[in-house]
């Protein structure tokens, strides 16, 4: 009989490196419906109530407020490889930023006034346009922005942070801990135009630096940068560190269960074939939690190993292992032995020493009472001789 309080399940056939499709669905809807039990909860004990909610839907299910989804990969061993840990996208079914409000934030690479005029231009979407608030390159970001007051203003001012795939490197000290700890974390977009000669990219030597007027034309086109923008809006940012734990966000609380589900499935097969190593062999576990609750285990490795050659198996032991065993078993019994009796040899002077000792001792205190009984007589003496001269003399 299986019991109704596991955690995960395993999969019946095929590879066990796969998600359980029914148990992520599963656990999508207790942490849905948790999170909408907490707000109402938060709601009914608070002290000021909250008039409108961030969501505009009547459905009962839908929670009052939006909050992140995220899910927790962990790794059997380090994330080592520069590379992947680079900031890179994951294509979501479900977009996180398809609110129409959505204001972006664009960081180019020097100088800006080319991206200004690609976003002006009359190719270019004007639904797109619309909520590009911001551009701003590199340069100007690290003069205006020098502050932590500053770069705090600047990030909640905006709600997505698309960066120049160029310069995404360089914003981590230029930023700071005030993004680097929050969910709006600069995106990476591909900005600049790609030549190709036969069809094949051609890579620029990194040493020939070009003029102003070859960086003003190095941009792509209008329909390629909007193309990159709308398909960035529609990935799920992903920002690894050097350690065995990742955190991606998969979704929101407004989300439906099957939505959140595929959006996991989609992250977590864009994890295992791009981002981690070994892909599913290095995986150890698999958690989603909400910002304000703990992690739910959607899948838990059977193996904390990744590669089988990892593992030591007890081998048969050899005539002459067996052989030197029995010899060292047979040594320590004599050892054991000699050590037992060397003990008692010494305990038993040390027992007659003790005796002799104590012997001594009572003798000499005799020794000592006879001494003072001695003076004792010979004092009680005198004094009787004294008092026989005094009653002679008297007489």
Not at 151 to 166: I, K, N, T, Y
Not at 253 to 270: D, K, P, R, T
């Amino acid at each position: 009989m299986v019991s109704s309080t596991a955690l995960t399940t395993k999969v019946e056939s095929g590879s066990p490196y796969q998600l359980d499709n029914p148990q992520v669905q599963k656990a999508s809807s207790a942490l849905l419906r948790h999170i909408k039990t907490n707000q109402v909860e938060q709601e009914k004990n608070a002290t000021k109530k909250t008039l409108i909610g961030d969501n505009d839907s009547d459905d009962e299910e839908t929670p009052l407020k939006n909050e992140a989804i995220w899910l927790i990969l962990t790794t059997k061993k380090h994330v080592v490889d520069k590379n992947r840990l680079k900031p890179g996208k994951i294509s979501l079914p479900h977009s996180l930023n398809s609110s129409p409000s959505l204001s972006i934030c664009l960081i180019t690479a020097d100088p800006q006034r080319g991206v200004k005029d690609i976003v002006a231009d009359p190719t270019f979407p004007q639904e797109l346009s619309s909520r590009i608030d911001k551009i701003i390159g590199f340069s100007k970001l690290k003069a205006r922005y020098q502050s932590f007051e500053s770069r705090r203003q600047l990030l909640s001012e905006h709600d997505v942070f698309l960066a120049d795939d160029r310069i995404i490197t360089r914003l981590v000290p230029t930023l700071g801990k005030a993004f680097y700890k929050s969910s709006k974390r600069p995106i990476p977009i591909r900005i600049a135009a790609i030549e190709k000669v036969d069809g094949k990219r051609v890579k620029k030597d990194p040493k020939n630096k070009p003029s102003k007027d070859e960086r003003s034309a190095s941009f792509a086109s209008p329909i390629i940068v909007a193309k990159e923008i709308e398909r960035t809006l529609q990935c799920a940012s992903v920002q690894l560190a050097p350690s065995t734990t990742a955190a991606v966000r998969v979704g929101s609380s407004n989300f439906s269960a099957e939505q959140l589900s595929e959006n996991i499935a989609a992250v977590v097969q864009g994890m295992t074939e791009k981002f981690v190593s070994k892909g599913w062999r290095n995986i150890k576990a698999l958690h989603i939690k909400g910002a304000n609750t703990m992690a739910m285990p959607i899948w838990l490795a059977s193996e904390l190993w990744v590669e089988d050659a990892d593992v030591v198996e007890e081998a048969e032991e050899t005539p002459a292992i067996e052989a030197g065993k029995k010899d060292k078993k047979r040594k320590s019994v004599e050892d054991g032995k000699l050590l037992e009796d060397k003990k008692s040899k010494k305990s038993k002077p040390a027992a007659d020493d003790d005796e002799t000792a104590s012997g001594a001792a009572r003798k000499e205190k005799l020794k000592q009472l006879k001494a003072k009984a001695l003076e004792d007589g010979e004092s009680t003496s005198a004094d009787a001789s004294k008092e026989k001269k005094k009653r002679k003399s008297t007489s």
